[in-house]
């Protein structure tokens, strides 16, 4: 069978590169390994799925860094509002909660994929589900693709195949095995937005308490200087395994990144609004007041009580003795501690845990302006098949919808 365009993943990138392919009048076919497209996007988000952030195209551009300028030409096509206005056009009223991340009104991802799929289906696309891709060859001036159930042949190709995060939804690198076949670099794959793993009792025994606003830096201290490799603030949640929460999944790429984690510390300040010395008063105060009180509830007014009593432990002092014995050497330390305390790292929890991979096709062998690469003419690509990987709050689905849609217009 011969086609206009293939599209070779059912993902948010794919769906929106057949979908705006075919209301252009190319006769498109999308391949989908799974049962069904859109495996990622019913699991995102708490089953919520965050559709984007927030801000305009400047504010997705500047969350991406440097790689943030290949970005212009997607986000001109379709923007955050452009892409929140098309979902409340079909039917899905959006809601903005704090931080600026945007959720479907209902709380169902189900709704933002029904969406897709409806407007798949009424675009004239032809959707294979079921049908992985086995093989992707150069033929003369287009490509043959044999699948599981068949060999056909297309003009043009968008690759949108996702990277390696949660590979339970299908997404096993396999589009970088087809990329690196038809001559392009893949930048190594690497988990980001993921779970960090420490080995320390003390971080495992305060499992399940979540501190609102930290300031967090990953630190290297080998060589003659520290070194941040990254610094956010936010929510961190303390775990069977380690740390999470958003603050701990922006920075994890600087950990899964560095070829010895295990020799990386997380540098948390746990009161970021609070100046040492005006901490340091404080606790003289509360010191000088104290009476019969133990040391266990020092900290009660900043921090949850369990914190407190490990922070109190990390110092050598017992959070049974009474706060009038506190010296001001050890209100000095415990200031450290709560300013400046260090969380020894194992690694990350890998593939399996994280929600988006960090590397990819070289942004340098594509055209930004249309998603086509420069070296293989009518290859595209779309999503988290490139090298682009944001941070938490709906920056990295409005990227895979905006290079979809730019695919699918210039097929």
Known sequence: MQWDVAIIGGGPAGLMAATRAAQRGRKTILLEKNREPGAKILVSGGTRCNLTHATDARGIVEAFGPAGRFLHSALAALGPRSLVELFEAEGVPTKVEPGGKVFPMSDRSSDVQAVLLRRLNQSGCMLATDEPLLNLARVGSGFQLTTSRQSIESGKVILATGGQSYPACGTTGDGYGWATALGHRIVPPRTALVPITSHAAWVLALQGITLPDVSLKVMDPGGEKELCLADRRGAMLFTHFGVSGPVVLDVSHAVSGHPRPAALLLRCDLLPDVSE??????????????????????????????????????????????????????????????????????????????????????????????MQSKIVPGLFFAGEVLDLNGPVGGYNFQVAFSTGWLAGENV
């Open 277 to 370: 010395n005006d901490l340091g008063v404080s606790l003289a105060r509360e010191c000088a007041a104290g009476g019969k009180k133990r040391l266990a509830t020092l900290l009660d007014n900043w921090l949850p009580h369990r914190v407190g009593e490990a922070l109190l432990a990390l110092i050598g002092t017992s959070p049974d003795r009474p706060i009038a014995e506190f010296s001001k050497i050890q209100r000095r330390l415990l200031v450290q501690a709560v300013k400046r305390l260090d969380i020894p790292v194992a690694g990350t929890m890998g593939f399996r845990k994280a929600e988006v991979t960090a590397g990819g096709v070289s942004l340098e062998e594509v055209d930004s302006r249309t």
